[in-house]
């Protein structure tokens, strides 16, 4: 009889035909392993690439400003490009008052939005609700502001501004004339543009609060109000405010659809009629302009400091929305 085969050349015989053994399958797969992980890591590299080339670009073309000015730039309020003088509290303090004014008038609406989306509305409605409400982000900021030209600076000269001005005139907010352009105009405008963003956030950290939270306000006998205030609305508080911080990010850096409504006009006023200009505005407006090396460099410092602000806005607001969610994928509820 004859002996016992060699390992190896039983293993090769019990390979059936037409299949490749396991070692020539581990040598043929290791090059695309290979070349995938280095195409992986060469694209999550790239976005920090592109990060750093932004940030270096940014602040070497803005030395020559920050040598002349310092920080006495963001507090000065002479903007004179013939004297190659400038200052950016006019850019910077109409970027607050109407990323502000576009808060105070999107959030109670973005929240109500989405409580009644996860917490009171149909079924059948909640998936057609939720796809319009999204649809607001998907539309150009330049026709929010075509829009706002011809439909709400009219209203706001002809009925809303007028109105403000004999109601709440005396606390200097609404003064002056009723031109409809001017920063609460840009403001309301923002508020629209914003709410998208803020609503949707909003409704999934909602979603990710635990059912259990619910059923067990609702069994103490907390009514559904209550219910929605102290088993859904406090436990999503750092989420929510995340999410606001997220549509503030937005509100900073808009540019068409302010610069198109807000006047363009670099002054420091209380009333909210009168004209403004924002950093993203100015960068718009002058940056085609910009003939000397110093006024080229102040537009870029302002771009340097807008783009910081913008970062630093959106780290803190995905934070505080991580806070909630912890990661988990939002789930519907009955």
Known sequence: MPGPQPVE????????????????????????????????????????GILFLIVYELMSHSTLSWHAFGLKFFSGSDWDPVNEQFGAWPFVYGTLVSSFVALVIAVPLAVGVAVFTTEMCPKAARGPLSFFVELLAAIPSVIYGLWAIFVLVPIMSGYLEPFLRKTLGWTGLFEGPAYGIGMLTAGIVLAIMIVPII????????????????????????????????????????????????????????????????????????????????????????????????????????????????????????????????????????
């Open 199 to 334: 609503s949707s956030i909003t409704r999934e950290v909602l979603m990710v609060v635990p059912q259990h939270q619910r059923e067990g306000v609702l069994a103490l006998g907390a009514t559904r109000w209550e219910m929605i205030r102290m088993g859904v609305l406090r436990n999503a508080r750092a989420g929510i405010v995340g999410a606001i911080i997220l549509g503030l990010g937005r509100a900073l850096g808009e540019t068409m659809a302010v610069t198109m409504v807000i006047g363009n006009n670099p002054l420091i006023s209380k009333s909210l009629f009168a004209p403004g200009y924002t950093m993203a505005s100015v960068l718009a407006n002058e940056f085609s302009e910009a003939t000397g090396d110093r006024y080229l460099s102040a537009l870029v410092e302002i771009g340097l400091a807008l783009f910081l602000v913008t970062i630093i806005v959106n780290a803190l607001a995905q934070l505080l929305v991580w806070t909630v969610t912890r990661g988990q994928p939002a789930r519907g509820h009955a």
């Open 9 to 48: 050349e039983t293993q090769v015989m019990s390979q059936p035909a037409g299949q490749p053994s396991p070692l020539l399958r581990s040598s043929s797969g290791e090059i695309p392993d290979f070349a995938f992980k280095v195409a992986m890591v060469a694209c999550g590299l790239a976005i920090l």
